[in-house]
């Protein structure tokens, strides 16, 4: 047996003025993303923003359905659409904010497992890391790819991308 360790870096910041403009448009637009967000249950509001290589930012919100679990998390409703629209355009940062009945949430919120793998999914399609910001009142977390929060990706079929 063999006692191993895993250790992950990422940046921490207390607002969002501490971060480059580019970072600071998609978190605002993360946190604009929350006005779509259907959640007549859990009244936790979930908004993302993703940056694709070209500029353009898709935004997405989470949807909550009465059949459970019919609904979607913000994050895969950016990714799939972004997915659908911009086919062949690799997704760059991910910034993704909650807010629990209508107020950001002081610790950021993280994302589900399912929402990890998607991301995982399309990183390893494009290539290259896909970053993600998560957004809190009181932190705000940057994390430079998708390991970092899913350190043991499922990727063990072989898949003719």
Excluded: W
Excluded at 52 to 65: H, P, W
Aim: hydrophobic letters at 40%.
């Amino acid at each position: 047996m063999a006692q191993v360790q895993f250790t992950i870096n990422y940046e921490e910041f207390s607002s969002p003025e501490e971060m480059d403009p580019v970072d600071q448009k998609l978190i605002a637009e993360a946190l604009d993303a929350q006005k779509g967000s259907y959640s007549p249950f859990s009244h936790f509001q979930v908004g993302a923003a993703l940056l694709l290589a070209d500029g353009t930012i898709v935004k997405g919100a989470n949807q909550e359905n009465l059949a459970y679990p019919s609904g979607l998390c913000a994050e895969r409703t950016a990714m799939f659409a972004a997915g659908a629209n911009y086919p062949d355009t690799p997704m760059v940062t991910l910034a993704i904010a909650g807010s629990d009945h209508g107020v950001l949430c002081e610790s950021p919120a993280s994302p589900c497992g399912a929402c990890r793998q998607v991301m995982a999914q399309y990183q390893r399609k494009f290539g290259r890391p896909i970053q993600i910001i998560l957004v809190g009142s009181k932190r705000i977390r940057k994390f430079q790819k998708v390991d970092d929060i899913l350190p043991f990706i499922f990727d063990s079929l072989t898949m003719d991308e």
